[in-house]
């Protein structure tokens, strides 16, 4: 069972400064113990410097609070969701988060086809999907 889930987004001219104004209230919203990041440093990570330097800034953050902060790589997540047949995909990963955790299953987005963006309700399988495979490890 979740305690919480969904996302948070920015509306900012600086989106930075935002996310970091962001992650403090939902860091004295829900005093968590631990912050989980996906590990932006890990080989064949594929984000850009401006989102490396705000998870950076997030960690230090998060530990300036006195978290226990932890990174996954994306390639882990797809491992612990993988099965020996078949590789996992960010849509197999959330339809099994959505079997496991039946009050997610209504923000399951729909298969993507290749002219459709991601939806952003996949940043909640996404966040998850570190979390599990973070615990799980």
């Known amino acids: 069972h979740l305690a919480a889930y969904g996302f948070a987004s ?4 600086d989106k ?3 996310a970091v104004i962001r992650f403090e209230e939902l860091l004295e919203k829900f005093r968590p113990h631990e912050v989980i990041f996906e590990d932006v440093n ?8 401006r989102v490396r330097d705000l998870v ?5 953050l998060g530990r300036a609070h006195g ?6 790589a994306r390639t882990a997540v797809v491992k612990c969701f993988s099965s020996a047949e078949k590789a996992a995909t960010k849509q197999s990963i ?3 988060l959505g079997r496991h955790f039946p ?3 209504f923000k399951l ?6 002219w459709d963006s991601e939806s952003e309700r996949m940043s909640i399988f996404d966040a998850l999907a570190f979390a599990v495979t973070h615990v799980t490890k």
Do not use: I, Y
């Open 10 to 13: 920015v509306r900012r001219t």
């Open 16 to 18: 930075r400064a935002g």
């Open 42 to 49: 890990a080989p064949g990570a594929r984000r850009r410097e």
């Open 56 to 60: 950076r800034t997030l960690s230090e």
């Open 67 to 72: 978290l226990k902060v932890s990174t996954v």
């Open 94 to 96: 959330a339809e099994d």
């Open 103 to 105: 009050e997610l299953r």
């Open 109 to 114: 987005p729909r298969p993507r086809k290749l």
